[in-house]
């Protein structure tokens, strides 16, 4: 049976975590892997979630299941965060799941559920996973334009032109904030006229939110998704707990199906907890209710978004700090897009040549196609890599 197996392509991004691993240089610097990291290099745990850790530890008595679309109040937590008022509550049928991850590939089965024909479109670039999943589910990819090398922000006219082209039933993938791997994002201007193209098509938005509270702010990096989910007639929505609340490895996410018709809600709750019985039956909880933990006590709020608010005026020191290093030693403010990004990534818009002169030359890590994690950078190493990008011309 199992010699029918085939070896399937490593992943780019682990096979690099791995090849920075087996570097023995002193002085290379990791910007691969996407994760958050302090100016020491390390990935902390957040302060609230710390006290809400002990909290749940002096308190909780039991390890039994919470239900298959998990905790009620984790949801009523996470739907507030991201959608604010935007939406009625009863407008929106929820399920927890492990990870952003868990919820895209959850958001990827109800749609073949629903409509076996249709066309997902997505960024181009967009995270990896994304045409991955896809693939492996069999459906359909589209791909639409979006970012542009010369500008190295959003090529909007070509994005608009592309979205023209889905028809009724087909879905549109959308980054809500702080777009993975790029940096470049939609402005409220041009978030409404998506929705505008989103009416007139027919198609049905899915919302990929990973990094809110990374960009411009907690209520400023929901804006997009509030605009969207307010304005069509359903929308999907796949949030995660990772970055923001800093809890990788404990595997928190969210789907959440909105709907103007409030009759369907039980159908789309039903449903959704069938296909989390289908996957994986009940969803990991620790994570899920240390959130809700912190999103439900006033002063663990206060004290996450704190310390969220520095994780986020950091990473713009670093962006503007490199801009400027990069400007001084090449005479030239063609990196000032840098500045202007978003969240931890940018993408260079190099080639993948230069990627690896950067690698080879200097001990420096990032994607092949150039998608650099800002947060791996410290004060020490920005003008390091500024040095870097000039001497190899890119």
């Known amino acids: 049976m199992f010699e ?12 690099l975590m791995q090849m920075f691993k087996d570097d023995p240089r002193d002085n290379k610097i990791d910007l691969g892997v996407g994760v958050y990291k302090d100016a020491t290099g390390l990935t902390p745990i957040m302060r609230a979630v710390k006290a809400a850790e002990h909290t749940l530890w002096e308190t909780q008595d039991s390890k039994v299941y919470t239900g298959l679309a998990g905790d009620p109040a984790f949801s009523d ?18 399920v927890a799941t492990p990870g952003g991850t868990g919820a895209v590939r959850q958001a990827f089965e109800l749609i073949r559920m629903a409509r076996p024909d249709a066309r997902v479109f997505v960024s181009d670039p967009t995270w990896p996973n994304h045409v991955s999943i896809l693939n492996y589910l069999g459906m359909e990819v589209v791909r639409y334009r ?40 939609l ?20 919302i990929d939110i990973a990094y809110q509270g990374f960009g411009d702010g907690l209520e400023e990096d929901a804006a997009g ?11 999907l929505i796949a949030a995660s707990c990772s970055k923001n609340f800093g809890i990788y ?57 704190a310390e969220l608010e520095d994780v986020r005026l950091s990473m713009l020191t670093l962006r503007q700090h490199l801009a400027d290093e990069l ?12 500045a202007q990004h978003r969240g931890m990534f940018s993408l260079l818009g190099t080639t993948p040549d230069r990627v690896q ?38």
């Open 4 to 15: 029918t197996l085939k070896a399937r392509p490593a992943d780019g991004i682990l096979a």
């Open 77 to 94: 937590a996470m739907v507030a965060l991201v959608l604010g008022s935007a939406v009625p509550r009863d407008a929106v049928a929820s």
């Open 146 to 185: 979006y970012f542009d090398s010369e500008t190295r922000g959003v090529d909007f006219d070509g994005m608009m032109a592309d979205l023209k082209t889905a028809r009724a039933g087909d879905v549109i993938l959308l980054h809500g904030c702080c777009h993975n791997p790029t940096g470049a994002n």
């Open 187 to 206: 402005n409220l201007t041009e978030w409404q006229a998506v929705v505008e193209t989103l009416l007139e098509t027919g198609a049905v938005p899915m």
């Open 225 to 235: 998704t509030r605009l969207v989910a307010s304005s069509v007639p359903e929308c």
């Open 249 to 305: 490895r404990e595997r928190t996410g969210i789907l959440m199906a909105v709907s103007a018709n409030k009759g369907a809600r039980k159908l789309h709750q039903d449903t959704l907890a069938f296909l989390n019985r289908q996957n994986y039956s009940f969803p990991p909880d620790h994570g899920a209710r240390l959130v809700t933990m912190i999103l439900t006590d006033e002063s663990l709020r206060a004290d996450w978004q």
């Open 327 to 338: 400007q001084q030693l090449s005479g030239s403010d063609r990196f000032g897009f840098l």
């Open 357 to 394: 002169a950067l690698r080879e030359q200097n001990g420096i890590y990032m994607v092949g196609d150039s998608r650099m994690n800002i947060a791996g950078l410290n004060a020490q190493t920005v003008p390091i890599l500024a040095r870097a990008i000039v001497d190899v011309g890119v």
